[in-house]
């Protein structure tokens, strides 16, 4: 997908009151990721399938058919960035990243402390049973997504 392409479809989302977080290709399908403060609904989705759908027709987008999806990130969301660091900071999270000493890749659930913008940003994360905050700087982090708390 252009760089162009992925903007119209970010306008798009903006028109209708929510944020693009991601547009993925995977085999044939489109896949949309929408946000928006107090909840992605039905109708966003919708909207947004409705005019994204027009644009891809006339983009001449894929190689024949294709499946457009577009829906919220899901309770279980991945964190994209600074932003949601720092809104869902006191939530328990899942994040995979690389060891810096070892090299290895390693996950924790963990309550996310903060995130701390300094020097390419790092996540301060209280995992249980270790006295002290883990930091984990971004650079390192593979992923990173919500844990569903019940």
Do not use: N
């Amino acid at each position: 997908m252009t760089p162009e392409l992925r903007q119209e479809l970010a306008d798009i989302a903006l028109s209708r009151g929510c944020e693009l977080l991601e547009a993925e290709v995977s085999g044939g399908t489109l896949r949309l990721f929408l946000d928006r403060p107090e909840g992605v609904r039905l109708e966003d989705c919708e909207a947004v399938s409705r005019d994204a759908s027009t644009l891809l027709d006339v983009a001449e987008f894929g190689h024949g058919r294709y499946t457009l999806e577009v829906s919220s990130p899901g309770l279980d969301r991945k964190l994209y960035g600074p932003r949601d660091y720092e809104r869902f900071t006191g939530r328990k999270v899942r994040v995979r990243f690389v060891d810096p000493a070892s090299g290895r890749r390693a996950t924790v659930v963990a309550r996310l402390d903060g995130f701390l913008p300094a020097d390419g940003g790092s996540l301060e994360l209280a995992v249980p049973g270790e006295a002290e905050s883990r930091r984990v700087r971004l650079e390192d982090v593979q992923l990173a997504r919500l844990e569903i708390e019940l």
